[in-house]
């Protein structure tokens, strides 16, 4: 079965300063990667995914985020933070196979400070 | 384009009584949709995933009779809380695959319920 580590629970950074939130994940075969973000009381706006191809895949909103297969990793990047993009981020990883099951890492909150 | 509604957006009941939550792709077909149930500040949680035409599957330790789901169309499927009690209070979230095909590549996400149950 597969898993996802975001180990930041919480992470602040300044706005325009850049940002990488962390993602590991466990799974026996190539997976289904995900970012997606979450403001409050909200549902989830995808920001990129990844199937195969490039391993760096670019996203809405200025971010993208590297496959690293050696690694299992699928960190989210960004340059520069807006004050706009304080939120929840959750990573995910879905099986190749099926419903596309997802299942999401336990998130990581985003704050911007001035 | 993607866009997956749900309904109603907030709802606080007497324990006791049912709740019913509509999802709906509002411009694409959906064969597959999905429930997820998020506690305040944690991650989503698959509940059960839904079919359209079938029963659903739903997770291991779910109590399908608690959570009765139902996927009536291609566009809609919907979660009936039974006889809720306050600890069912939540944020309930649904998704959606676009069909064709059943190896889809993204899941849409409504824009979640919360629920609070007194």
């Known amino acids: 079965a597969q898993s996802v580590t975001q180990p930041d629970i919480h992470i602040t950074v300044s706005e325009g300063a850049s940002l990488e939130l962390r993602c590991n994940y466990s799974y026996g075969a190539t997976p289904y990667l995900f970012w997606y973000v979450q403001s409050p009381g909200q549902g989830l706006q995808l920001l990129l995914k990844y199937f195969s191809g490039d391993t760096l895949v670019q996203g809405i909103k200025g971010f993208e985020a590297e496959f690293k297969r050696s690694q299992s990793s699928f960190n989210l990047r960004k340059p520069s933070v807006h004050w706009s993009d304080a939120a929840e981020y959750f990573c995910?990883?879905?099986?190749?196979?099926?419903?596309?099951?997802?299942?999401f890492g336990t998130g990581t909150r985003l704050l911007v400070s001035p | 384009g993607a866009v997956v509604s749900q309904h109603p957006s907030r709802v606080i009941c007497k324990s006791g009584t049912s709740v019913k939550i509509e999802c709906r792709s509002l411009?694409?077909?959906?064969?597959?949709m999905f429930w997820y149930r998020q506690f305040p500040k944690q991650s989503l949680m698959l509940m059960a995933t839904?079919?359209?035409?079938?029963?659903?599957?739903?997770e291991q330790g779910v109590e399908k009779d608690k959570f009765l789901i139902n996927h009536a169309s291609l566009t809609l499927s919907t979660l009936t809380v039974a006889s809720a009690h306050p600890e069912d209070s939540s944020f309930y979230i649904c998704?959606?695959?676009?069909?064709?095909?059943?190896?889809?590549?993204?899941?849409?996400f409504g824009p979640g319920t919360r629920l609070l149950v007194l």
């Open positions: 995910a990883v879905g099986a190749q196979t099926g419903f596309q099951k997802l299942v």
């Open positions: 998704s959606a695959n676009p069909i064709p095909g059943m190896f889809q590549e993204t899941q849409y």
């Open positions: 411009d694409f077909q959906a064969t597959t």
């Open positions: 839904s079919n359209e035409g079938s029963k659903a599957t739903y």
